[in-house]
Nanobody
Framework: VQLQAFGGGLVQAGGSLRLSCAASGSTFSRYAMGWYRQAPGKQRELVAAISSGGSAYYADSVQGRFTISRDNAKNTVYLQMNSLKPEDTAVYYC???????????WGQGTQVTVSS
């Protein structure tokens, strides 16, 4: 499976972005998917996840501001990010939900930069 995230950019604090991540392969719909981020000098962290049935998980740091969704017909997972803060600045990646099993190989991430 190959993963490619896109939709990042530079935005002012308080702004919004919508990230998309497309996965190749026909097994996407069977997997819980997650959005991860890695800020400079920090470990990659899971910020949101969605089960194959649509149940969502959010890290405390993004709860109430980010919304994860998926379109199994398009093999795509989305992350709507609102009320962005400078501390949300990171490279964002998608992958399977690491809490439930091994991840796929990391694909291309997308840079999100939030200016104050």
């Amino acid at each position: 499976v190959q993963l490619q995230a896109f939709g990042g950019g530079l935005v002012q604090a308080g702004g919004s972005l919508r990230l998309s991540c497309a996965a190749s392969g026909s097994t996407f719909s069977r997997y819980a998917m997650g959005w991860y981020r890695q800020a400079p000098g920090k470990q990659r962290e899971l910020v949101a996840a969605i089960s194959s049935g649509g149940s969502a998980y959010y890290a405390d740091s993004v709860q109430g501001r980010f919304t994860i969704s998926r379109d199994n017909a398009k093999n795509t997972v989305y992350l709507q990010m609102n009320s962005l803060k400078p501390e949300d600045t990171a490279v964002y990646y998608c992958n399977t939900d690491e809490r439930l099993g091994p991840r796929w190989d990391w694909g291309q991430g997308t840079q999100v930069t939030v200016s104050s």
